[in-house]
């Protein structure tokens, strides 16, 4: 039996255990929700969500969301949280060596924005070194090898983005 949506794009939901959200759109049986700082597949059977009443004009609602989706789209807003669609609300599980030690399970969505995260400390630090009075080119050139090699560490959680733009780039044959 396929399930239908009970709640339009843009509307406002609590729920039950995540809290307020916007519905963002909708991926197979699932709303995609943004709730603050994570994104969310929640299932269109799910029973604890319940539509938030505003005092917000509907058509303002609408115009806001567009123009969201709209930024969104040219890079200027992380609509996504640049996450790949393929794996929206999975998990990243942390298996210990030993049997009497539980697993750990870290939202996907809270993963790559702690990797995002990274990127972007690195971003700040290398315009840092790139703009600093004091430090020589050879100093400049010796601490962006450090960042690159970082980059290139970093390249394994390339298969979370959704767009190549945003993938790591370490130091390859190109350099």
């Known amino acids: 039996m396929i399930t239908k949506p009970q709640f339009s ?8 255990h995540l809290g307020i959200g916007r ?11 943004h709730f603050k700082g994570d994104v969310r597949n929640v299932p269109f059977s799910y029973q604890e969500m319940k539509p938030l009443e505003t005092t917000e004009d509907p058509e303002l609602q609408r115009i806001k969301l567009a123009v969201r989706e ?7 807003i992380e609509s ?6 393929r794996w929206l609300g999975g998990v990243v599980r942390l298996i210990p060596g030993k049997d009497d030690i539980q697993p750990k ?9 702690k ?7 690195l971003r700040v630090l290398e315009q840092k070194i790139n ?14 090898g450090y960042i690159t090699r970082c980059y290139g560490s970093l390249t394994t959680f390339n298969a979370l983005f959704s767009d190549k733009a945003s993938n790591f780039v370490g130091s390859g044959s190109a350099e």
């Open 9 to 16: 794009v843009g509307s406002l939901i609590q729920h039950a």
């Open 23 to 33: 519905i963002a759109g909708y991926s197979g049986e699932f709303y995609v929700i």
């Open 70 to 76: 709209v930024l969104g789209d040219f890079g200027w």
């Open 80 to 85: 996504d949280l640049e996450v790949s669609k």
């Open 105 to 113: 399970d870290i939202p996907i969505e809270s993963f790559i924005k």
């Open 115 to 121: 990797v995002i995260g990274v990127r972007e400390k």
């Open 131 to 144: 703009n600093h009075a004091v430090l020589d080119a050879a100093d400049k050139v010796e601490l962006q």
